[in-house]
């Protein structure tokens, strides 16, 4: 089959919709799939797939993070190195300063998204497992802000300096709450204690997983906690709410 299609069974997944929905949204035109064999068996294009993904964006970098075979996210999303995330990223912000009752809060926004992005980068250069790079996405209709790689995740990365992490809800508690350095003593990796302090002090929301860990905070409800998730996810994923 060709890589770049996808089988209804992921689509439905990716989408959160029933295989029985795609099909009835294929006979109505909504979204179709391609036949190629006598069976009859749908595939979708990966790039109609992901157009239509942009309808729920979190629920297409969750898609993209957990499955196996690692292709590369729609370029619309895709942010190869640094340079072209820097660049989405000072796009983002022009956009939310247009936003009259985002005046005060857009730059912090835009940091945080910074810090996050940037963490990607830095912690997985030459390690990365298979497709380098991040997923960057925002919708700033829904104020929503969507972040993933397909890294190490912090529990490998944190324990080249911290050896005694014994699991990821360890991993994410000390990544989000104390300052790790290789180099004592500087004083570094204060990025995600950064983020986290933003979005406790203003009308912010996050959700961050690593592994198995999670956490989130709700900005009616700004309180932190360490939570474990029935799924184990590669990388980071990160949805940001304003």
Not at 87 to 114: D, Q, V, W, Y
Not at 174 to 200: H, W, Y
Not at 228 to 233: A, F, G, L, V
Request: hydrophobic share 40%; glycine share 8%.
């Amino acid at each position: 089959m060709d890589s770049k299609l996808i089988t209804i069974g992921r689509v439905s997944q990716m989408i959160g919709v029933s295989v029985q929905t795609l099909r009835r949204w294929d006979e109505a035109g909504k979204l179709l799939s391609i036949r190629k064999n006598k069976k009859g068996h749908r595939y979708y294009k990966k790039e109609d797939v992901e157009s239509y993904g942009v309808k729920d964006l979190f629920k297409l970098a969750k898609f993209w993070i957990a499955d196996d075979s690692g292709f590369e996210p729609s370029s619309a999303f895709y942010c190869s190195d640094s340079s072209v995330f820097q660049a989405r990223l000072s796009r983002m912000e022009n956009e939310l300063g247009k936003i009259k009752e985002l005046n005060l809060i857009f730059p912090l926004i835009s940091a945080i998204t910074g810090e996050i992005g940037n963490n990607s980068f830095d912690h997985n250069l030459g390690n990365w497992s298979d497709v380098p790079g991040i997923l960057f996405a925002y919708n700033l209709n829904k104020k929503m802000v969507v972040l993933a790689d397909r890294g190490q995740g912090i529990l490998t990365t944190l324990r080249r300096v911290k050896k005694s992490l014994a699991n990821h809800q360890d991993a994410l508690y000390v990544a989000f709450t104390k300052i790790i350095s290789g180099r004592a003593p500087e004083a570094r990796g204060n990025g995600l204690k950064f983020v986290k302090d933003v979005v406790m002090n203003y009308k912010i929301g996050l959700f961050f997983q690593t592994g198995n860990a999670y956490l989130e905070i709700r900005k009616q409800n700004p309180v932190f906690e360490i939570k474990k998730s029935n799924t184990n996810i590669r990388g980071c994923l990160t949805l940001i709410k304003f």
